[in-house]
C-alpha cells in the first residue's frame, strides 16, 4: 500500500476529484440511519492506495470553496478552502511537496479556472503514517484570501452517522480502470456504510472516489447546511470497491480553523503572518505581533513570514 497523488496501486490514495451543483441537491432527510458500533480502526486488510476521482458522479461548477490542487500545472489533489486562506486536503497530497510547485484552482475546471491562488506553505498532520495512511489529512496556506465563501466544519461524527448520505466532490478520474476524467469538478452521493475512530468508509455499486479526489470534501446536510465532516483518502485501485475518509471532526484542534463571525483576538492575523511593506505582522498566544524589518517576506524553512 502507498500514498500518491497519481497512481494506481492496490490501495491507492485520491489525489484528484470531481464535483456537484448545489441547486439539484435534494435535502438529506430521512436517512436511514444503522446502529453498528464504532470500530477503533480500518481492518488490515482494507489499507488500500490513496484516491483520487469521483466514479459516477456529475459535473458541476457550485460549491466554490472546492478546488483543485494542482501541481506544477497538472491536476494532483482536491481541497478545501476552509478560511480565506486555509485549504484542507490529505496529507498523502503534501509530503515531499515543496508548496511554490502548487496552486489552489477554483472554477468548474482547472483547464478554465475562474481563479488561481499559489501557495505560501504546506501542513501535514505530525502523526501522518504514509504506511497506513492514519491521520490522512493537512492543509496548505495560500499566498492570498481567496473570493469565495469558506465551508465549515462538522463538529461531531459517531455510530449513528452509518446510513447517512454524505456528498463527495473531486477533480479526479471517473473511470478508475481507464484513468480518465481529471480535471473536471464532479460530485456523487453516497452513504456512509463504517464509522471507525478516526475515518469512515463507504461502498456503493458504481460509484465511489477515486484518483485525483484525494483530500477532497465529503459534505454532510446539518440543520439545511453543508458541513464539511470527511476528506478523501483511500481506497481500492480501481475504484470500483470502496472509499476511505478522514474524520475531520477527530482533527478540529489540528486544523484550528477561526469560525466566521467568532470572536478573534487577532483581527484575522495568523501565526504565519504577512507583510506590510517591510514590516512583518502575525499573530502569537492570540496577540497581534510587528517587527521592522530591512527586508520582510516568506520564510521557506520555518514557513511563516519573517525579517529576512
Not at 476521482?53 to 466554490?64: A, E, K, N, Y
Not at 476524467?181 to 463504517?194: D, E, H, N, W
Request: proline share 5%; hydrophobic share 35%.
Amino acid at each position: 500500500m502507498r500514498a500518491h497523488a497519481n497512481h494506481s496501486p492496490a490501495m491507492i490514495s485520491k489525489t484528484r476529484s470531481s464535483g456537484f451543483r448545489c441547486a439539484t441537491l435534494p435535502l438529506m432527510s430521512a436517512l436511514v440511519m444503522g446502529c453498528a458500533a464504532q470500530a477503533t480502526d480500518p481492518p488490515a486488510d482494507e489499507l488500500g492506495d490513496a484516491r483520487q476521482d469521483i466514479v459516477g458522479g456529475q459535473s458541476t461548477g457550485s460549491l466554490p470553496a472546492v478546488g483543485a490542487l494542482t501541481r506544477w500545472g497538472s491536476t494532483h489533489c482536491t481541497g478545501t478552502l476552509v478560511e480565506p486562506r486555509k485549504v484542507v486536503t490529505a496529507a498523502h497530497c503534501l509530503t515531499g511537496v515543496s508548496a511554490p510547485s502548487l496552486k489552489f484552482v477554483i472554477g468548474a475546471s482547472v483547464s478554465s479556472p475562474d481563479h488561481v491562488i499559489g501557495v505560501a506553505s504546506v501542513t501535514y498532520h505530525p502523526s501522518y503514517s504514509g504506511s497506513s495512511l492514519q491521520n490522512d489529512i493537512g492543509y496548505v496556506t495560500l499566498t492570498a484570501d481567496a473570493p469565495v465563501e469558506p465551508m465549515k466544519l462538522s463538529p461531531s461524527m459517531d455510530a449513528s452517522w452509518v446510513g447517512k448520505e454524505l456528498i463527495f466532490v473531486g477533480y479526479g478520474a471517473s473511470n478508475g480502470i481507464q484513468q480518465t476524467g481529471y480535471g473536471t469538478k464532479r460530485f456523487v452521493a453516497m452513504p456512509i456504510q463504517q464509522v471507525w475512530a478516526k475515518q469512515f468508509r463507504y461502498a456503493v455499486s458504481g460509484k465511489n472516489t477515486c484518483n485525483g479526489d484525494s483530500g477532497g470534501p465529503a459534505f454532510a446536510q446539518v440543520d439545511g447546511e453543508l458541513l464539511l465532516a470527511g476528506v478523501t483518502s483511500y481506497g481500492d485501485a480501481n475504484c470500483v470497491q470502496y472509499g476511505v475518509d478522514t474524520r475531520v471532526d477527530v482533527y478540529a484542534d489540528f486544523l484550528d480553523v477561526t469560525t466566521p463571525g467568532a470572536s478573534d483576538p487577532c483581527q484575522g492575523e495568523s501565526f504565519e503572518g504577512r507583510c506590510d511593506g517591510n514590516t512583518v505582522i502575525w499573530c502569537e498566544n492570540q496577540q497581534v505581533k510587528s517587527l521592522e524589518c530591512g527586508t520582510c517576506g516568506f520564510d521557506a524553512q520555518n514557513g511563516y513570514y519573517n525579517c529576512l
